[in-house]
Each structure stands twice: as C-alpha cells, then as structure tokens.
C-alpha cells in the first residue's frame, strides 16, 4: 500500500503543478492579448491621425474650412446660437443635463470611459487624456 500510496501522491503532484502552470499561462496570454490589443489599437489610431492630417491639407479640406469659418461668422449662425444658450437654460435641459450625468454614473459606461482613455493616453503620452484621477 505504501508504493500506492506514493505513486497517487506523485500523480497529484503533477496535475497539481500542470494545473497551476496552465492557470499561469492562460493568465499571462490574457494579459498579452489585451496589451497587443491596445497596442494595435493605438496604431490603427495614429494611422486614423495621419490620414486626417493628410485630408486636412487638400484643396477641397481647405475650401470647406473656409466656408465652415464663414458660416459661423454669420448673423443668422449668431442668432441660433443665442438661442441654443437660451434652451441650454430651461428646466427642460437641465433634466435631461442631470439624466445624463446619472447614466455616466453606471458602471458600463465608467469601464468605457476607462477604456477611452487608456486609448487616448496610449496615442499621446503625456498629453491630456482627460483622465483628472
């Protein structure tokens, strides 16, 4: 009984460090996915930047920021806009204000807001990510 008992011990034994090791392992590529995730995310963001730099400086970029500039230099653009700070003012927009505020407060939309802004931090390290922790 002594051999068997021996034996058994060492079977335990192996499943016992294989299990911890794959336990250890499966951990390690979580951990390694969601950084290669984020570090692919970040890329394909800088390259979102470039190419926005880039349409930025076509003629037909440019023509629409020149209209866009004259549109909100216009009286009637003006007005609309004294309007809308008017609205901004009503019981009705502060209840929707406060609406919002308490979504934000939920627990999905905090882990998104994190998340954002471990994005943002990764494309521009040392710059403002609104993160204000």
């Known amino acids: 009984m002594n051999e068997f008992e021996r034996k058994i011990r060492q079977l335990i034994t192996r499943l016992t ?3 911890s090791n794959s336990a250890k392992t499966t951990g390690r590529k979580r951990i390694e996915g969601a950084a290669a995730l984020r570090h692919e995310a970040a890329a394909r963001a800088q390259q979102a ?3 926005a730099r880039d349409l930025r400086e076509t003629d037909a970029a440019k023509k ?3 209209a866009l500039h004259d549109l909100r230099e216009h009286e009637a653009t003006k007005k609309a806009e004294a309007k809308l700070n008017d609205l901004r003012g009503t019981e009705t927009a502060k209840k929707a204000e406060n ?3 308490d979504l934000r407060q939920r627990e999905p939309v905090k882990k998104a807001e ?3 802004r471990k994005v943002l931090h990764d494309l521009f390290p040392g710059g403002k990510s609104g993160d204000h922790s």
């Open 49 to 51: 930047a470039a190419k």
């Open 99 to 101: 609406a919002i505020a």
């Open 64 to 66: 629409a920021a020149s």
């Open 114 to 116: 994190e998340g954002a």
């Open 17 to 19: 460090q294989w299990w």
